[in-house]
């Protein structure tokens, strides 16, 4: 299924995690995959278990011609909007390249221009592509390891499992405790029935 871009030239897969958190960074990643690189457990991190994924980041980081991973705190993404700062984080992890790319790759519909350098927005692309895959695992493993961190500064909120999504759990934690710096103030932490009962 996971095939190599097929352009002559230099392609970067960037990809992004944490988009539809309550808490945390949006991370992303860009990966430069040497041309014959191979690997049957990669695919989109969503699809991956906990065990490969991490397995992945190693094989990655080891075998990839230039890796960058860069988050984007709460801050930035209450002052921006989510989707300025998932693009954001692309392009500094793009930054971080060892090398420039000739072309680059994004995993979804929305991108700002990179400099000069083309670019293709393909849906669904961390499914498609090996190197947006291979930004996928990247981004999603810096971002679970940062969710496990400040797990341990609060942990009622039980980071280290729900990793900031909405979950029931996360909700109700806020519900009951409050927010907390590393809460994303523009996004509706509680729906509205449940803030009417505070």
């Not at 969503?46 to 960058?68: C, F, H, V, W």
């Not at 988050?71 to 090398?99: F, G, P, T, W």
């Not at 221009?113 to 990247?138: R, T």
Request: proline share 5%; net charge positive; hydrophobic share 40%.
């Amino acid at each position: 299924m996971l095939k190599m871009y097929n352009l002559p030239c230099q392609i970067a897969g960037t990809d992004e995690a944490g988009r539809g958190c309550l808490a945390g960074p949006v991370t992303a990643a860009a990966v430069i995959l040497p041309k014959n690189f191979k690997n049957k457990l990669l695919n989109d991190s969503k699809q991956t278990k906990l065990s490969d994924r991490n397995k992945l980041k190693e094989i990655i980081i080891g075998e990839a011609i230039a890796y960058g991973i860069a988050h984007v705190y709460m801050e930035e993404i209450d002052e921006i909007n989510i989707l300025n700062a998932s693009i954001l984080a692309m392009h500094r992890a793009i930054k971080q390249l060892s090398c420039e790319p000739e072309h680059i790759i994004v995993d979804g519909n929305k991108f700002k221009p990179y400099g000069n350098i083309s670019h293709d927005c393909v849906i669904k692309g961390d499914g498609k592509f090996l190197s947006i895959a291979a930004a996928s695992i990247l981004a999603k493993t810096a971002r679970d390891e940062f969710m496990e961190k400040i797990h341990q500064e609060f942990p009622l909120y039980n980071w280290k499992q729900n990793k900031g999504y909405p979950t029931k759990e996360h909700r109700r934690a806020i519900m009951e405790f409050g927010s907390t710096p590393y809460h994303r103030k523009s996004f509706k932490l509680l729906p509205e029935q449940l803030k009417l009962t505070l």
